[in-house]
């Protein structure tokens, strides 16, 4: 059974048995009351005691009773009753056992049986009398004729009878009980859907799309409740999942573009080797001159991918956290100092100025020695081979903040553009996509790099401006000198 059905049947239910708790409340209330079990009966007929006579009747009856005071004679003069009497009103005249008057001639009998009795001391006045399925309100006054028979006087009137009231008002009672019913049953559930049964539905359909593999959609709540906060809870998970999924398709492509590079950049030098294995085979390097020129290109070739299987190698093994670090503190200032003398040779006979700007006091951070000689040896060399200008400069900086030290390598070079600059630190990246091997390298040097960075728990990043040049900054934790 549905949740809304179940809502539907519980209101039904409830309303039901208030209707029912209602009435026999009310039946037990008027029998607790009145003692009588035909209380609800009795109820209207008490219900009409109360009315006060309307001025006409009560003037009649003050006439009647003044006539039955001072000469009760008269009261057996129809005439002079008549003349009392009124369209609204009905006069009834008692003398011993008999109705001698009445305004409607035909029922003395039967009002005679359900007249109250003569009473002298004139109490109970007032009260209702049930009259052919009619009631009848009415005001009576006890007195003795001249001959001394009890006599009463009653002034009638005519209400709407149970049955009468019944019939008439029931059915539409009725039909306005349940026309409201329906109303509430309607509103109940209109409210209790668009809260409860709306988000619920929204929420399978969300589950439903997920298990489909959508994840493009979005579960919209305003309300705090707690069915507000399931599908808020359900909209995170969808995130979550979305970009765990997008996650693994970046892996998976990641690794297809890995393969495809690998097999590419192995690839090429090997069909070298062979196409010249195979020139010297087919007697193709006839003299010595071209044998050498032949050997040193295998020799070159077979030394590239040495390089590129050790990098590949190295990377793979930095990525699986399977390279130890020896972590030191190093005086930066001195082993910067020494790195640049070291460099700078190299850099001299490629007509590359190289600057330092250390700092005036000495600074230690915490670093593996020669894996950062590895890191500044990468940067440097990247700056030198994408170096496209007349006047080549390289500048290195060091710079102190609260807790780490962050050296510059910045070059007056090509410059990388703005769309290729998130990507520099990923493996197998190059910016000009040619992969020529005329500047060399297989894009793993700043995957390394950032990998051995992140090993010793410091940042890289890049910033860089197209035709003007590049820096590279690597933060470094510092270190206490002991
Ligand atoms: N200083 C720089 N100036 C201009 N472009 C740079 C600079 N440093 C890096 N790049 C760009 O970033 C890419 C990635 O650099 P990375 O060092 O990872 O690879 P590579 O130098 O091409 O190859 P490898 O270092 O493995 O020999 C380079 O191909 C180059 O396009
Ligand atoms: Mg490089």
């Known amino acids: 059974m549905s949740i809304k059905t179940r809502f539907l049947l519980s209101y039904i239910a409830v309303m039901l048995i208030a209707i029912l708790l209602f009435l026999a ?5 008027s029998f607790a ?30 006439d009647l009773k003044l006539l039955a005071k001072r000469s009760p004679e008269q009261l057996l003069d129809r005439e002079q009753l008549q003349k009392i009497e ?69 002034v009638l009137r005519k209400v709407s009878s149970y049955t009468e009231l019944t019939r008439e008002l029931l059915p539409i009672l009725l039909i306005l009980l349940f026309v409201i019913f329906m109303l509430i049953i309607g509103l109940l559930n209109y409210v209790v859907s668009r809260s409860i049964v709306k988000p619920i539905s929204s929420l399978k359909e969300g589950a439903e799309r997920i298990k489909s593999g959508d994840l493009d959609f979005e579960i919209v709540t305003q309300s705090k409740d707690e069915i507000g906060q399931l599908n808020r809870a359900f909209e995170e ?28 950049d192995l690839k090429t030098p090997i069909t070298a080797i062979i196409g010249y294995v195979e ?29 590129l299987i050790d990098e590949l190698f190295l990377f793979s093994k930095l990525d699986l956290k399977k390279v130890p670090f020896t972590m030191e503190t190093i005086d930066l200032q001195q082993y910067m100092r020494d790195f640049v003398e ?64 962050v050296v510059e390598v910045k070059d007056n070079g090509a410059g990388i553009e703005a769309t290729a600059l998130p990507h520099i630190f990923d493996r197998f990246y190059r910016a000009e996509k040619s992969r020529n ?46």
């Open 86 to 154: 009124a369209p609204t009103i009905e006069i009834a005249v008692r003398k011993g056992q008999h109705i001698i008057y009445t305004s409607k001639a035909d029922y003395e009998r039967r009002l005679l049986a359900h007249l109250p009795g003569f009473e002298a001391t004139n109490i109970n006045t007032r009260d209702t009398i049930m009259l052919d399925n009619a009631f009848y309100t009415y005001v009576k006054f006890d007195f003795y004729f001249s001959d001394q028979t009890e006599g009463s006087i009653f």
């Open 342 to 405: 070291e460099v700078n040779l190299d850099l001299v006979a490629r007509d590359i100025q190289l600057q330092y700007r250390p700092l005036s006091s000495s600074l230690y951070v915490k670093a593996d020695r020669d894996k950062l000689r590895r890191v500044l040896t990468n940067l440097v060399n990247n700056s030198a081979k994408y170096m496209d200008k007349q006047h080549k400069q390289i500048t290195i900086t060091l710079y102190e903040k609260a807790d780490e030290v």
């Open 437 to 482: 091997s005329e500047t060399g390298g297989s894009g793993l040097g700043l995957a390394i790099a950032k990998q051995i960075v992140l090993g010793m728990s410091g940042t890289i990043w890049a910033t860089s401006e197209l035709t003007k040049g590049t820096s590279l900054f690597i933060s470094l934790n510092k270190g206490d000198n002991e």
């Open 25 to 29: 409340a009310g039946f037990l209330f």
């Open 279 to 307: 020139g010297i085979k087919d007697g193709v390097a006839n003299t010595e001159e071209k044998m050498a020129k032949y050997l040193t290109t295998i020799h070159t070739k077979a030394k590239d991918m040495d390089v």
């Open 33 to 62: 009351v009145t003692g009588d079990v035909r209380a609800i009966e009795h109820f209207y007929k008490k219900s009409y005691v109360q009315k006060p006579l309307t001025s006409a009747e009560e003037s009649a009856f003050l």
């Open 237 to 264: 998970m969808r995130i979550k999942l979305k970009e765990s999924v997008q996650l693994q398709l970046q892996y998976e492509e990641n690794r297809k573009e890995l393969l495809s590079n690998i097999s590419h």
